[in-house]
Each structure stands twice: as structure tokens, then as C-alpha cells.
């Protein structure tokens, strides 16, 4: 693998925020999800391959947080909650 990137937009939302499940109240545990993403493919184009002042080449390993409900097991995304939330 030719390299790592991690994404995290807010990290007080992602990492102090207490988040409920929508539909049943739960609170919310976070979970980290990755993505390896080769640097020539057609999906890399939505992706952010620079580091510094270099380009990563060949199979990028892209990770960010996603937040699951442990009761009815959905998978929401910080942006998707904040929608939800209001």
C-alpha cells in the first residue's frame, strides 16, 4: 500500500458529541471505516491523493469515523446525523 489518509471535518462532533440513533434512541458508537482506493482508478477522482506537497501513487488506504447504532445495527455518517438532528 502506498500510503494512508484520515478524514475528520469536526472533531469535537466526531469525537465529544453524544449522538442517539434516530429511530430507536440509542446512543451511538463510533466506528472507524477505511476504503483502499488505487490512485489510476476510475473512483480515485473522488478522492484527495496529495500529502503536503507530494502526490500518492497506487493503493491509498482512506479511513474516517461513521457512528452505529449497537441496538438495530444502522451505520450513519456525521453529515447524515447532523441532517437528522436538526
Not at 51 to 73: A, D, T
Request: positive net charge; aromatic residues 16%; glycine residues 4%.
Amino acid at each position: 500500500m502506498a500510503g494512508s489518509a484520515f478524514f475528520c471535518k469536526d472533531v469535537i462532533g466526531t469525537f465529544f458529541k453524544k449522538h442517539y440513533c434516530p429511530d430507536c434512541q440509542t446512543r451511538l458508537k463510533r466506528k472507524k471505516v477505511y476504503k483502499v482506493v488505487n490512485s489510476e482508478s476510475e473512483e480515485a477522482k473522488n478522492y484527495d491523493f496529495s500529502l503536503l506537497r507530494f502526490q500518492m501513487k497506487g493503493n491509498v488506504r482512506f479511513s474516517w469515523y461513521e457512528f452505529e447504532c449497537p441496538s438495530c445495527q444502522k451505520q450513519y455518517t456525521l453529515e447524515a446525523l447532523r441532517t437528522l438532528e436538526g
